[in-house]
């Protein structure tokens, strides 16, 4: 085994890391501290806890179509994707020769080095593709819940049994949301594959990068300091 072989397992390893050690050391960071995610998770609670009291909830359901919609479109991107790099797979020789005759890719990935990366690309997508589809019948199974809902004036159902139903409802949505977020978390990760086809050692350089965009994102926003902001003032009333 030659060393440029040994180098591409290794980035492929490195980029496994990068990928699944983010994911796990941001849901453990996310019970420690305020994340995007953990706000959320709040904002989904208060929202559910205001339907219950609400007698329209139209604006409620039209939430959960936007949320749905969002996360569709990204399916059905995904989809077009998929089915082309399917397409390439069915053509590697003539992509390898025209790659080849660029003057910044390396000349020495071979066609079967080649087929391996736009494999691993294709395992990206499709591995986003059903995330993003269970956030959808997540997203479904929360409207269902919305629509079973008691009235606001349901003298049959107490406080306890309100906030009982609005949390649960909360919980499905937060679960939604958070197959939405590996999915675009798989799309931010499959564009540092792209820098593969040309320089190994850019590829590992991109994914390390991914991690510090996605950290800076999801603990150190301007948008998570808003959200943190408004949740203190609201819990010093």
């Known amino acids: 085994m ?25 849901r453990r960071k996310a019970k420690s501290r305020y994340s995007l995610s953990s706000v959320l998770q709040i904002y989904r609670k208060n929202w ?7 007698e329209n909830r139209i604006s409620d359901t039209a939430l959960i179509a936007g949320l749905e919609r969002q996360t569709t479109f990204l399916a059905s991107t995904t989809i077009f994707v998929i089915a ?19 003057p910044f890719v390396n000349t020495d990935m ?12 294709l395992s990206v997508y499709v591995y986003a593709f059903f995330t993003l589809t269970w956030a959808i019948r997540q997203y479904g199974f929360a409207a269902l819940l919305l629509g079973a ?22 919980k499905v949505i937060d679960h939604a949301g958070h197959s939405y977020n590996y999915g675009l978390r798989a799309y931010y990760f ?48």
């Open 149 to 170: 809902a008691p009235l606001h004036n349901d003298a049959s159902i107490n406080n306890a049994q309100r906030e009982r139903y609005a949390y649960s409802t909360a």
């Open 48 to 54: 559910m806890l205001n339907m219950m009291r609400r």
């Open 190 to 237: 499959s564009m540092s594959i792209l820098p593969w086809f040309f320089n190994t050692w850019l590829f590992m350089f991109t994914a390390s990068f991914v991690v510090v965009v996605l950290y800076r994102r999801e603990f150190f926003s301007g948008t998570l300091r808003t959200l943190i902001r408004d949740i203190e003032m609201n819990r010093q009333e």
């Open 84 to 102: 082309g790099l399917v397409t390439i797979m069915a053509s590697t020789d003539k992509v390898h020769q025209t790659l080849t005759t660029l």
């Open 2 to 26: 030659d060393a440029q072989v040994l180098i591409n397992i290794g980035a492929a390893v490195w980029f496994f890391v990068c990928w699944i050690g983010y994911a796990s050391f941001a």
């Open 110 to 121: 071979t066609a079967l080095q080649l087929q391996f990366k736009i494999f691993l690309l």
